[in-house]
C-alpha cells in the first residue's frame, strides 16, 4: 500500500528520515487489526485491483471509470464498498459510471478559485486537509509533477487510495499526516491550498508560519476560511462551537486573516472573493445523511455567537448577520523574498 513512485525524491530540503519514519508508523496503524482501521482496509483492498478506463477530471463531477469497465458483480462490490465510504463529504464524484452526490458541491469552491489559480503544470502541490481527495483529482487535470495531500484521518485515507486505485494517477500522494507536520517539508511546495483549515486550528498564525517555511520561494498559498462580517481586524472566538461545529477556534474578518498572513511573512495579500453560504452548496444527500447546512439554524449557541460579534457590525441587523454566519473568505497571497 505504498507509493511506488516516492514523491520525496523531488524534494530536497524535506526530513525524509522522520517523513519515513512516520509513514513507517502509519503503515503499522494502517494495517493494524483493529476494527477502525479494518472497516476501511478491508473494502478498500476488495476493489483496488479494478481499473478505470478513463478519467474526466475538468468538469465539476470528478467523473472515473465507465459502468462497462465492470462486470454486474463488480459494479455491485464497487458500489458496496463506496457506500461503506459514507459519510461523502466532498465531491461530486462518478465512479464507474455511480453518482456520489456529497454533501458539499466543491466544485463551487474549485471555481471560485479558478480565475486566479497559479499554474499547475509541473508544479508541487500541497494540499493540507485533503478529505477524500476531490481537490487533488481537480488539480491533476493541470498535469502538476505531484500533489501531496494531507490528511490525518484513515477514513479520508483509504476513500482517497480506493479512488485512485480506480484512477491510477502516480502524481497524486496522500499522507496520513496533518498541518502540524509542514515543518518537515521546508521550502517544498510551489502552490499550497489551505482550504477549510484556518478556524481549526488553535494557533492561526504559528500554523500560517509554518506553512510559509514550506513553501519555496515566489510560491503561492491559497487560504480559504469561514468568516465573519466586518471592517475590523478581529476574529471570533467561539466559548465550543461554531455553528454546530467542534474545534473551531478563530473565525477572522476578511482583513483579520489578511493581517494574520501579513504577520505570518507573506506578501502580495490579496482577498479575491467573499460569498455567504448556501443550502444549494452544502446539504445534505443520500451519500451524507447527517446534519447539514439547513440544520445549522441560529440556536442557542448561534444566538450567543451573533450577539458576540453584534457590536462589530453596528449597521446590520442580527438578521442579517446571520445570513453571513458561514461566510467564506478567500485570500491569496504570494512569497515574494
Ligand atoms: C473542513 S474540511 C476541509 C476539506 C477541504 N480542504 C475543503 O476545503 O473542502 C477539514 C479537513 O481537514 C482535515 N483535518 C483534520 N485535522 C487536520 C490536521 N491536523 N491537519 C490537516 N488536516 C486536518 C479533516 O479530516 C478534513 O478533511
Sequence with gaps: ?????????????????????????????????KKGYLSYRLPYESVCNLRASSLDLGGEVVRIGSADDLTAEEHQQVYRV????MPWRK??????GI???????????????LPILPDLKGKIIADVGCNNG???????????????GFEPYHHHYFTFRTLNSFAGLDNLHLELLGVEHLPLYAGSFDVVFLMGIIYHRISPVEM????????????????????????ESVAL???????????TYFVPTAICLKN????????????FCTHPMSREEQRRTEWMVFESYEDLKPDTDGRRLSRAVAGLCQRRSITHYLQFLRQFREIRSTILL
Excluded: C
Design 91 to 96: 465531491g461530486p464524484f462518478q465512479v464507474f
Design 1 to 33: 500500500m505504498s507509493d511506488t513512485n516516492d514523491y520525496l525524491d523531488l524534494l530536497e530540503n524535506a526530513d525524509h528520515k522522520k517523513i519515513l519514519n512516520l509513514r513507517e508508523e502509519n503503515r503499522h496503524k494502517l494495517f493494524s487489526r
Design 237 to 247: 472566538f467561539p466559548e465550543d462551537r461554531y455553528a454546530k461545529v467542534p474545534g
Design 134 to 148: 476531490y481537490y487533488m483529482f481537480r488539480m491533476a487535470h493541470f498535469n502538476p509533477e505531484a500533489v501531496i
Design 99 to 113: 453518482d456520489i452526490d456529497a454533501e458539499w458541491r466543491s466544485n463551487r469552491k474549485w471555481d471560485r478559485l
Design 82 to 85: 463506496l457506500r461503506g465510504f
Design 208 to 231: 500560517l508560519k509554518d506553512v510559509w517555511k514550506s513553501m519555496k520561494k515566489g510560491g503561492t498559498v491559497l487560504v480559504e476560511s469561514q468568516a465573519i462580517p466586518g471592517d
Design 260 to 271: 494574520w498572513m501579513k504577520r505570518a511573512g507573506f506578501h502580495d495579500v490579496e482577498i
